[in-house]
T-cell receptor, first 114, second 113 residues
Framework: QQQVKQSPQSLIVQKGGISIINCAYE??????FPWYQQFPGKGPALLIAIRPDVSEKKEGRFTISFNKSAKQFSLHIMDSQPGDSATYFCAAATMRVTGNQFYFGTGTSLTVIP | GAGVSQTPSNKVTEKGKYVELRCDPI?????LYWYRQSLGQGPEFLIY????????DSGLPNDRFFAVRPEGSVSTLKIQRTERGDSAVYLCASSLSRHNEQFFGPGTRLTVL
């Protein structure tokens, strides 16, 4: 059972445009929501993360919007650049005492066209 | 400093063979994680170590999979009697503690023929 559902599977955006990737979850025990960027042949790298006590977090061109009641969160990439072309994964975790399982979405392949 | 390293980068084996995959975490990181990433999928949690002990091994798919971290640093993921379905990229990540950012290694691509 997929704990975190991610869409779209792939996304093509013009340079300078806004890229939006969405994720949804069911488990209300999740209390940490990171986004990872992965280039071919590399491991995922943390991009930005949010806790459920805030509705938005912005770091440079990257923004997470979080809707606790709808159990949804999204990544917005402003002024998308060709160098942003990569696969993006959302994830959710419960920072509980005995474990630290991260559940990842299925990924979104982003292509930014020059 | 150096990031998380994993060896080998690629491993090809035959069905039924035993394999070991190694992870060298960032120095000083007490938390270590193993994930499996199949083609076109997100990483799937396998096991989490805090120090030398496996704090959560609920993601290991069956008893053919085992991982150790005897000195609280390097970890080895061991797979017995490999099956073709075990083919995937095996990722290792480490963090300063369980509340901190996870840093991923480049992964080991395992192919079982």
């Amino acid at each position: 059972q997929q704990q975190v559902k991610q869409s779209p599977q792939s996304l093509i955006v013009q340079k300078g445009g806004i890229s939006i990737i969405n994720c949804a979850y069911e488990n209300t025990a999740f209390d940490y929501f990171p986004w990872y960027q992965q280039f071919p042949g590399k491991g995922p790298a943390l991009l930005i993360a949010i806790r459920p006590d805030v509705s938005e977090k912005k770091e440079g061109r990257f923004t997470i919007s979080f809707n606790k009641s709808a159990k949804q969160f999204s990544l917005h990439i402003m002024d998308s650049q060709p160098g942003d072309s990569a696969t993006y994964f959302c994830a959710a975790a419960t920072m509980r005492v005995t474990g630290n399982q991260f559940y990842f979405g299925t990924g979104t392949s982003l292509t930014v066209i020059p | 400093g150096a990031g998380v390293s994993q060896t080998p980068s690629n491993k090809v084996t035959e069905k039924g063979k035993y394999v070991e995959l190694r992870c060298d975490p960032i120095s000083g990181h007490t938390a270590l994680y193993w994930y499996r990433q199949s083609l076109g999928q997100g990483p799937e949690f396998l096991i989490y170590f805090q120090g030398t002990g496996a704090a959560d091994d609920s993601g290991l798919p069956n008893d053919r999979f085992f991982a150790v971290r005897p000195e609280g640093s390097v970890s080895t993921l061991k797979i017995q009697r490999t099956e073709r379905g075990d083919s995937a990229v095996y990722l290792c990540a480490s963090s300063l503690s369980r509340h901190n950012e996870q840093f991923f290694g480049p992964g080991t691509r395992l192919t079982v023929l």
